[in-house]
């Protein structure tokens, strides 16, 4: 079944504590992008990735990191999270471009405490 | 900077009641213009894409159109499983590739 997986779907942490998420995909696209998602403001992206070791800053960028070693991961960073970083976030893929139907997964709720 | 802006931010339909989302849009040179469905605790789902004025889709009881200013989203005869939050978003030709700029979305509830 092609499907974006995110884990953990749901985070408490602390200010200060490292943190990263996951996010895989199984269908060999080539875009992939993080977004969050807060209330009246709708879905701002973080990062975006067009391919292996190919990224670039979204909306939102600060305070997060990305990496995309492989093809099918890219994970969030919170190298220092603060409490303005509670969140829901989405990672999505695509296959080749912004105007194909782009696959999001589950979302992960973060909280900092 | 793309800006856009859906109205209204809050729908109640009877079931059998149609109506219509609005998503206006500001953005130098449209190259596509998105819709996606989102239920409660769940990713955003693909509904359809438009790339010029004129254009139109359909999907069961949903129709997207698109002028130069606006896309409205038709919900014909809703039922109870159309309520979902419904996210518009484009891509302008100033955006680098993967830039999307989303709406804060319109939340629909269908009652029987």
């Known amino acids: 079944e092609a499907q974006v997986t995110q884990n953990p779907r749901y985070l408490i942490t602390v200010t200060g504590k490292k943190l990263t998420v996951t996010c895989s995909q199984n269908?060999?696209?080539?875009?992939m992008s993080w977004y969050r998602q807060d209330p009246g403001l709708g879905l701002r992206q973080i990062y975006y990735?067009?391919?292996?070791?190919?990224?670039d800053k979204g909306d939102v960028p600060e305070g997060y990191k990305v990496s995309r070693k492989e093809k099918r991961n890219f994970p969030l960073i919170l190298e220092s999270p603060s409490p303005n970083q509670t969140s829901l976030y989405f990672c999505?893929?695509?296959?080749?471009?912004?105007?194909?139907?782009?696959?999001f997964g589950q979302g992960t709720r973060l909280t900092v405490v | 900077e793309d800006q856009v802006t859906q109205s209204p931010e809050a729908l109640r339909l009877q079931e059998g009641e149609s109506s219509s989302l609005n998503c206006s849009y500001t953005?130098?040179?449209?190259?596509?213009l998105f819709w996606y469905r989102q239920d409660p605790g769940k990713g955003p789902e693909f509904l359809f894409t438009?790339?010029?004025a004129g254009e139109e889709k359909e999907k069961e009881r949903l129709k997207a159109t698109l002028t130069k200013k606006e896309s409205f989203l038709h919900i014909t005869a809703p039922k109870p499983e159309d309520s979902a939050t419904y996210l518009c978003?484009?891509?302008?030709?100033?955006?680098?590739?993967?830039?999307?700029?989303f709406g804060a979305g319109t939340q629909v509830v269908v009652t029987p």
């Open positions: 978003a484009v891509h302008g030709a100033a955006d680098s590739w993967g830039k999307l700029q």
């Open positions: 990735s067009m391919n292996v070791e190919v990224t």
């Open positions: 438009l790339y010029s």
């Open positions: 953005v130098s040179g449209l190259r596509g």
């Open positions: 269908m060999n696209h080539e875009y």
């Open positions: 999505a893929s695509s296959l080749s471009n912004t105007y194909t139907e782009a696959f």
